[in-house]
T-cell receptor, first 112, second 116 residues
Framework: SQQGEEDPQALSIQEGENATMNCSYKTSINNLQWYRQNSGRGLVHLILIRSNEREKHSGRLRVTLDTSKKSSSLLITASRAADTASYFCATDPQTGANNLFFGTGTRLTVIP | NAGVTQTPKFQVLKTGQSMTLQCAQDMNHEYMSWYRQDPGMGLRLIHYSVGAGITDQGEVPNGYNVSRSTTEDFPLRLLSAAPSQTSVYFC???????????????FGEGSWLTVV
């Protein structure tokens, strides 16, 4: 399987703290993306980082990519209760296929 | 724009029944796909289409059929429902899997299917 794997599977923090989620994958990639899913809803795109980039920021989100270790991390700073959701990484592999491969997700709970 | 619209939201089927999950997008996206989401397993690709008249299999295509007669619509058919097909199904679309901006995917809200 080309699926990525997120770590940890679940994370519970206090509001205001930072949350870090990690993603590991197996194949060479064109880009890696992070998505968010609120309970009972569809996934929403958060940020994309290309294989030639090492770090990217979007508001309170910071994504890093280490292609030598085939890993990425998503940092949410100053977390809010509204950040409670599941977060998925998705890889765009260099296989010529037209698809993204999603990880199993990290369930983040931010306690007010 | 409505984005990606899926129907129905919830459905209960008996084993052996057939049904179609509808998906439509109004963003003129070339690429459309169907995923299923099961607890602890992330999203797995069922079928996808890179344009009208073109479909292909994903990771878990068995038991499902698709067609793409128009750019807007991409229905998913369950031929003979089985309990193993109990899942949440998501339709998704994007401009192109290989455009320069990256293939950001837009998802529908999901269809909860239970096969008894």
């Amino acid at each position: 399987s080309q699926q990525g794997e997120e770590d940890p599977q679940a994370l519970s923090i206090q509001e205001g703290e930072n949350a870090t989620m990690n993603c590991s994958y197996k194949t060479s990639i064109n880009n890696l993306q992070w998505y968010r899913q609120n309970s009972g809803r569809g996934l929403v795109h958060l940020i994309l980082i290309r294989s030639n980039e090492r770090e990217k920021h979007s508001g309170r989100l910071r994504v890093t990519l280490d292609t030598s270790k085939k890993s990425s991390s998503l940092l949410i700073t100053a977390s809010r209760a509204a950040d409670t959701a599941s977060y998925f990484c998705a890889t765009d592999p260099q296989t010529g296929a037209n698809n993204l491969f999603f990880g199993t997700g990290t369930r983040l709970t931010v306690i007010p | 724009n409505a984005g990606v619209t899926q129907t129905p939201k919830f459905q209960v089927l008996k084993t052996g029944q057939s049904m179609t999950l509808q998906c439509a997008q109004d963003m003129n996206h070339e690429y459309m796909s169907w995923y299923r989401q099961d607890p602890g397993m992330g999203l797995r690709l069922i079928h996808y289409s890179v344009g009208a008249g073109i479909t292909d299999q994903g990771e878990v295509p068995n038991g499902y059929n698709v067609s793409r007669s128009t750019t807007e619509d991409f229905p998913l058919r369950l031929l003979s429902a089985a309990p193993s097909q109990t899942s949440v199904y998501f339709c998704a679309s994007s401009y192109s899997p290989r455009d320069n901006s990256g293939n950001t995917i837009y998802f529908g809200e999901g269809s909860w299917l239970t096969v008894v």
